[in-house]
C-alpha cells in the first residue's frame, strides 16, 4: 500500500531564511507526487506538481526516487507563505484517489 | 466560476442522526472524491467517483454512503452519526481533459457530532 510521510508536523523559521518541508513516499508503481497548500481560512489548493518542474512562488521539489523523497523547499521565505503544506500521491488515474501525508505547518516570523 | 461548492459550511449533529452532506461541480469534471481531515491525520479518502452511477470506496468508508447520479453532483450521507465522525469533510473534483493533473477542492463543512 502507498504511504507519504512529513515528519513534520510544525516549522517555523524567520523571513528571508531557507525553508524545507520534507515528505517521503512509498509507492510500489511509478509515483506521481504533488504539494498542496490550505492557507488560513482558504481551501486546499495545488502549489505544484513533480512531472511538470515548476517553480511556484519560489517553491520547487524535486522527486528523488532513490530516496523516494519530495522535498519542498524556498530559498527565502516570506510571511505570506504561512500555512499548511501537504504532500500527496496520486495512486488513481486523473488525482481521484490521493493520499496525503499528515501536513505541516510552516509558521514564517518577522 | 464557482468551482466546486460545498454545503453546509457548519453542522452539529446529534448521535444517531442522519444528514447529507452536499457537493457541487461545475466544471464538468467526471472524477470526484470526499476525504475528511483530522487533526494530525492529514486527510483521507473516504469514497470516490470516476463518472455519474460509478462509485467506489475510499480508505475510511464505513458509516458513510455515497451516489453519482449526474456529473456535477456528488452527496455523502451520513447514515447514523457518531462522534468519531466529527471532521472537516473535503469534496474535491478532477479531469483528464485538463491536461494538468489537479484536484481542486471545496471550502470544507466541518462537522460536528455531539
Known amino acids: 500500500a502507498q504511504r507519504v510521510t512529513q515528519p513534520e508536523k510544525l516549522l517555523s523559521v524567520f523571513k528571508g531564511a531557507p525553508v524545507e518541508l520534507k515528505c517521503n513516499y512509498s509507492y510500489s508503481g511509478s509515483p506521481e507526487l504533488f504539494w498542496y497548500v490550505q492557507y488560513s481560512r482558504q481551501r486546499l489548493q495545488l502549489l505544484l506538481r513533480h512531472i511538470s518542474r515548476e517553480s511556484i512562488k519560489g517553491f520547487t521539489a524535486d522527486l528523488n526516487k532513490g530516496e523516494t523523497s519530495f522535498h519542498l523547499k524556498k530559498p527565502f521565505a516570506q510571511e505570506e507563505d504561512s500555512a499548511m503544506y501537504y504532500c500527496?500521491?496520486?495512486?488513481?488515474?486523473?488525482?481521484?484517489?490521493?493520499?496525503f501525508g499528515k501536513g505541516t505547518l510552516l509558521t514564517v516570523n518577522p | 466560476n464557482a468551482g466546486v461548492t460545498q454545503t453546509p459550511k457548519f453542522q452539529v449533529l446529534k448521535t444517531g442522526q442522519s444528514m447529507t452532506l452536499q457537493c457541487a461541480q461545475d466544471m464538468n469534471h467526471e472524477y470526484m472524491s470526499w476525504y475528511r481531515q483530522d487533526p494530525g491525520m492529514g486527510l483521507r479518502l473516504i469514497h470516490y467517483s470516476v463518472g455519474a452511477g460509478i462509485t467506489d470506496q475510499g480508505e475510511v468508508p464505513n458509516g458513510y454512503n455515497v451516489s453519482r447520479s449526474t456529473t456535477e453532483d456528488f452527496p455523502l450521507r451520513l447514515l447514523s452519526a457518531a462522534p468519531s465522525q466529527t471532521s472537516v469533510y473535503f469534496c474535491?473534483?478532477?479531469?483528464?481533459?485538463?491536461?494538468?493533473?489537479?484536484?481542486?477542492f471545496g471550502q470544507g463543512t466541518r462537522l460536528t457530532v455531539v
Open positions: 474535491a473534483s478532477s479531469s483528464d481533459s485538463t491536461g494538468k493533473p489537479e484536484a481542486f
Open positions: 500527496a500521491l496520486n495512486s488513481g488515474g486523473s488525482n481521484y484517489k490521493l493520499t
